[in-house]
């Protein structure tokens, strides 16, 4: 699943491709064409924001809110450009200055006015965005204290405590803490909470500005841990069952 380096990444390339010109907007895609898509025909893009893994392109009183899930992606072409992907998939293509973002697939494409995206409800229960200008990780650490019971792991894939994480920075976070993500955030210092949001909010920047992130133990199950060499462990979490990837010597339980 996009998380919010990616969203971020993908709303400073589209404002960068379509600033400052009407915007020509189509659907090939029934589905896009249901979203209300070509409602935006004709109109200019404002700018374009990220909120945890939701991208809002604003158009005055419009807003263009998608969402990628697991499948999904936002792709920037300059006019001319083979698409990667068939054309007749596109759910949405907003053309100006001889450029094109185009979005394929995801679970969430619709068209808002901009006083319904203030109320709406999916967007007002979002926990603070670990990649917003004002990030504080004492508003984290306390939001995050509010589930004692649950795993810090599990926790910080919740994006009504912290909007952003995904699987990848949810291992990353953690290991880069040396925090154990099996351990229950009532048994955490509000230090620690601190640290393991300041550690997603570090690297996920990084990513942001790099395109990329070196993984530590994402998807290295079994490979020796970079610090001490134990082998990385990895087992499903949370009711979700989501893959965790730890050092169980570097992150063990303090």
């Excluded at 007749?88 to 394929?104: D, H, K």
């Excluded at 920075?169 to 880069?176: H, T, V």
């Excluded at 955030?185 to 942001?208: C, F, K, P, Y």
Aim: aromatic fraction near 6%; glycine fraction near 12%; hydrophobic fraction near 40%.
């Amino acid at each position: 699943m996009a998380e919010g380096d990616t969203i971020l990444r993908a709303a400073r390339r589209i404002e960068a491709a379509l600033d400052g010109g009407a915007v020509q907007a189509s659907a090939p895609s029934p589905r896009g064409r249901a979203a209300g898509v070509e409602r935006l025909d004709g109109r200019e893009l404002e700018r374009a924001s990220a909120r945890g893994k939701h991208l809002l392109l604003h158009f005055g009183e419009l807003i263009l809110h998608s969402h990628l899930g697991m499948s999904g992606s936002w792709h920037v072409y300059r006019e001319g450009e083979a698409w990667r992907k068939p054309a007749g998939a596109a759910w949405a293509v907003l053309s100006a200055n001889r450029s094109e973002a185009v979005q394929f697939g995801g679970p969430t494409l619709r068209v808002l006015r901009a006083e319904a995206v203030r109320s709406d409800p999916v967007l007002a229960r979002l926990g603070p965005d670990v990649l917003a200008g004002d990030f504080d990780a004492e508003r984290v650490a306390r939001s995050l204290a509010t589930v004692p019971d649950r795993g810090l792991g599990d926790a910080l894939l919740d994006q009504r405590l912290l909007a952003g994480i995904g699987n990848i920075f949810k291992s990353e976070a953690c290991f880069a803490a040396r925090l154990d993500p099996w351990r229950r955030i009532g048994d955490l210092s509000g230090e620690q909470l601190r640290h393991v949001a300041l550690a997603a909010h570090g690297l996920m920047l990084e990513a942001v500005e790099a395109g990329r992130q070196d993984r530590a133990v994402y998807r290295r199950a079994g490979r020796p841990c970079p610090r001490c060499g134990t082998p990385i462990r990895s087992r499903g979490q949370g009711d979700a069952n989501r893959t965790t990837y730890w050092c169980p010597a570097c992150q063990a339980s303090r």
